[in-house]
């Protein structure tokens, strides 16, 4: 969320939007995509556990191979790279992408760089508690398929959050989660939040 706009200042607004409607106009019109996906690529993890799990209501509204369209709210957020990564996700097991990045400083670059986009939304998806806490800070191939007798995301995932957008082309052969993908899911997540809410 934006510092222009505090939580704690909600209350206040919805009076005011309520009081008078073209105060929410006014607010609207102050609201752009650079907002938006800004909000996106800093947002903590109450806001982005409550906007994952209306893209997926959504997803389960508007396709009609999911027989199950409502949902408890009782899921935990998991960073795909976690916040913790130095031991299993270094630039050793897994480079930056970013090869463009080099010179003097270019190893702070690629450290800012991958510590900002953990705190994006692309990186984030929703898990039971259970099996969340028991992924941790293990390397992809361990949060995908488990270890020793630990089941990993493949064997639980139930959302399509999850399932379509992480495990399927993992299935398919795409065993690296990097920055780039990140990128690519917080992007592909905003075009799914336009059309949720226009």
């Known amino acids: 969320m934006s510092n222009k706009y ?17 105060e929410l106009n006014k607010k609207l019109e102050e609201l752009t995509i650079d907002n938006c ?7 903590n993890n109450k ?3 409550l906007i994952l799990f209306w893209i997926e209501l959504y997803r389960r509204n508007n396709d009609s ?3 199950i369209k409502e949902l408890k709210y009782d899921y ?59 992924l941790k800070n293990s390397d992809f191939e361990k949060k995908m398929n488990g ?5 990993g995301i493949i064997a639980y995932a139930d959302l ?4 379509d957008d992480i495990v399927t082309p993992f299935n398919n052969g795409d065993k690296i989660w990097n920055e780039d993908k990140i990128e690519k899911r917080t992007n592909s997540l ?8 226009g």
């Not at 996906?37 to 947002?43: E, T």
């Not at 130095?86 to 480079?95: A, G, H, I, L, T």
């Not at 399509?160 to 399932?163: E, L, P, Q, V």
Request: glycine share 2%; hydrophobic share 25%; net charge positive.
């Open 65 to 67: 191979k999911y027989d």
């Open 160 to 163: 399509s959050i999850t399932k």
């Open 37 to 43: 996906i800004n909000g996106l690529k800093h947002i």
């Open 6 to 22: 505090p939580t704690k200042n909600y209350n206040k607004l919805c009076k005011q939007f309520i009081n008078d409607n073209n």
């Open 76 to 134: 935990s957020l998991e960073h795909i790279m976690p916040q913790s990564w130095e031991d299993n996700w270094s630039f050793d097991k897994v480079p930056h992408p970013n090869t463009s990045i080099s010179g003097e400083n270019s190893v702070e670059k690629k450290l800012n760089d991958r510590k900002e986009k953990i705190d994006w939304i692309g990186n984030m998806t929703l898990l039971r508690s259970k099996l969340n806490s028991s």
């Open 190 to 197: 905003f075009n799914e939040i336009k059309k949720i809410w």
């Open 47 to 49: 806001y982005a556990t």
């Open 147 to 151: 270890e020793n007798r630990k089941k």
